[in-house]
């Protein structure tokens, strides 16, 4: 499995919250075990205490998106030094997958579960895979939703770095937002260029 996928997993747990919102879908041990895709594995170490370490690991990721967001390209990368330093990681080399007819093993590198918690486990994972992304193509492709009051956390793929939204929904939203504004200016504009060439009547006494 490529180092790549594992950046997915910081994204996943940032966007259970909605700070702008109130919105809180992270309250349950269900919830968590959801984050955690297919590895069943982890998500079964799942237990009460791991809702609220995972809230702590996620206010720390989005922080990371946040500095990012906000340009300070040393902010964020000290700030997933250090979660990379609390959490290590266990690299290994996998090779369940099958390369060709002869059976020989696709060789890859994959990164291997904490032992201790479920918690530091998807934390670990969760932080290579920003730290790889980060590395590779740069701190200006972890992004925030532009879309207000969405604000979710995103990672841009684009060839020429134009990313801005989460989804296409909030992309949808915004310029239908950004259309209306243009329209209520040009009638404010027409209303008020109307005005101003009505001709004065001047009243006269008689």
Known sequence: ???????????????????ARNKDALTSVEAVRELFGANQQAARR???ADVTRFRSVRARLRAV?????GDDETLAVDLLN??????????QISGHDVRDED???????????????ATAG??????????FHLTEHGVDRL??????PCRNAYLDTSTN????????????????????????????????????AQPSTAVTDR
């Open 82 to 91: 250090s979660l990379l330093l609390e959490f290590p990681v266990s690299p």
């Open 46 to 48: 799942t237990t009460d």
């Open 122 to 131: 998807y934390a670990a994972i969760a932080a290579m895979g920003l730290a």
């Open 143 to 148: 992004g925030l939703c532009e879309a207000a």
């Open 103 to 117: 059976g020989r093993p696709d060789w890859h590198m994959h990164l291997a579960d904490h032992p201790s918690n």
């Open 161 to 196: 770095r134009s990313r801005r939204y989460c989804s296409d929904r909030c992309a949808t939203r915004a310029n239908v937002a950004a259309y209306r504004a243009r329209k209520r200016e040009e009638a404010e504009r027409t209303g008020r260029s109307a005005e101003t």
């Open 1 to 19: 499995m490529e180092l790549a996928y594992y950046s997915d997993y910081a994204v996943r747990l940032v966007n259970t919250e909605e700070p």
């Open 65 to 69: 998106f946040d500095a990012a967001d």
